[in-house]
């Protein structure tokens, strides 16, 4: 089915017709729009591939049993260790995480230094690359280990109600990871620099006060060392938010168009869109732990990928399996939430800022990252958390 859906996407936005249409809405050139179009159409063939090659070696490693052998090898090594299922579950999983690197690594290295460098977007260096799976790698142990221990621990000691204790555990680690991102995690992989005096941050600090936005610290990222594509964010849980900038972003548009895009990210946090996605989020990580308890003692829940009995691991294992086939079917649901939102923040930074200068600010950013400003209507529902480019300029400048 996204077979089909990328191939229907991919002929919509090569229509001669409708490339036509977007140049004239737009004023994008033809050589740019062939270059939008080269770029999405290798995305999405990329894409594909990915998507074919990681279904193919999870087939071949089911069929051989890989399952099975692998819960097998965890339980003998981890008794080397220590006794207990949170051994055997870390292992597990320890195991599971190198294997399934033997193809993500090669698909990352092709994606950033194929595609992304054939079309001038890739500035990361091979050392950086690998410096960043390291650090992704031992970060993802550290975090993923703890979490996974809680949450055997829980399955393992707190009788049938175990699934409310491990919902949760898992959104409490979820407000944590948010909370000490900006300040712990980010830097280890960027580094941020307070934004200097001068145009840009009198705009952002006078945008804050009018939006009553508990704005702290306003960074700039050195995006700019693996890619040229350029976004601004906010971050913060608790108290005051930090705004980041990328170099960019910051270096591809002028101060008021950078606070046209912030309008627009303030319009999320003021809309409260922030935090009903994360109540959404929360919501659904109960079901699924609801779910999975009623799925946990069943045996061939287990057996139908291999495993030989029941464990706390091959339930989170297999349970995340079917459900990310099951959430294929939801996602038009939540990507037109999504999508309602973004026209919801545009209307909001209109209001602030000129709609005509966050127009400008969008096109930027289409230059700058060659974004295809065309998608199929279905392809678009099921993908796309921002409106296509055509649609969502021509409903800007409705407003302005």
């Not at 608790?238 to 627009?264: N, R, Y």
């Not at 289409?366 to 400003?373: F, G, I, K, L």
């Amino acid at each position: 089915m996204e077979t089909i859906l990328s191939f229907i996407n991919r002929l919509y936005f090569q229509n001669p017709e409708r490339q036509k249409e977007a140049s004239e809405v737009l004023g994008i050139s033809t050589s740019d729009l062939e270059k939008a179009s080269s770029y999405s159409k290798d995305k999405q063939s990329f894409g594909l591939i990915s998507s074919w090659l990681s279904l193919l070696a999870f087939s071949i490693f089911w069929y051989m049993g890989g399952f099975g052998l692998l819960d097998e090898w965890s339980l003998q090594v981890s008794r080397s260790l220590w006794t207990g299922s949170i051994s055997h579950a870390l292992v597990f999983f320890a195991g599971l995480s190198i294997l399934s690197s033997f193809l993500s690594i090669p698909l990352g290295l092709y994606s950033t230094f194929v595609i992304e460098e054939k079309h001038g977007f890739n500035r990361q260096t091979l050392k950086g690359f690998f410096a960043d799976v390291l650090k992704g790698a031992l970060l993802g142990s550290l975090l993923g280990g703890l979490l996974i221990s809680g949450l055997i621990w829980v399955m393992d000691r707190l009788g049938d109600g175990w699934w409310i204790w491990a919902w949760a555990l898992v959104s409490f680690f979820s407000i944590f990871l948010a909370w000490v991102f900006p300040s712990f995690l980010a830097p280890l992989f960027n580094k941020f620099q307070p934004l200097p005096e001068g145009e840009l941050k009198e705009k952002i600090q006078a945008l804050a006060a009018r939006v009553d936005f508990p704005a702290g610290d306003v960074s700039v990222m050195d995006a700019s060392k693996r890619s040229s594509h350029g976004n601004a964010y906010f971050t913060g849980v608790f108290g005051k938010k930090k705004i980041v900038l990328f170099d960019t972003l910051v270096q591809a548009m002028t101060p008021t168009q950078v606070s046209a895009v912030l309008a627009h990210e303030l319009g999320h946090f003021k809309l409260k869109h922030v935090r009903w996605g994360l109540l959404r989020g929360i919501a659904m990580m109960g079901v699924s732990f609801f779910l999975l308890s009623k799925a946990l003692p069943l045996l061939p829940f287990y057996e139908a990928l291999g495993f030989h009995q029941v464990s706390y691991h091959a339930a989170l294992v297999v349970f995340s399996l079917w459900f990310g086939l099951i959430q294929f079917y939801f996602q038009p649901l939540s990507a037109w939430m999504s999508r309602r939102n973004e026209f919801a923040a545009d209307r909001f930074a209109k209001t602030y800022e000129s709609a005509d200068e966050l127009v400008n600010a969008l096109l930027k950013l289409r230059e700058t990252s060659h974004a295809m400003p065309l998608s199929h209507p279905i392809y678009s529902a099921f993908y796309h958390s921002h409106p296509p480019l055509l649609e969502r300029i021509r409903v800007l400048r409705s407003l302005s």
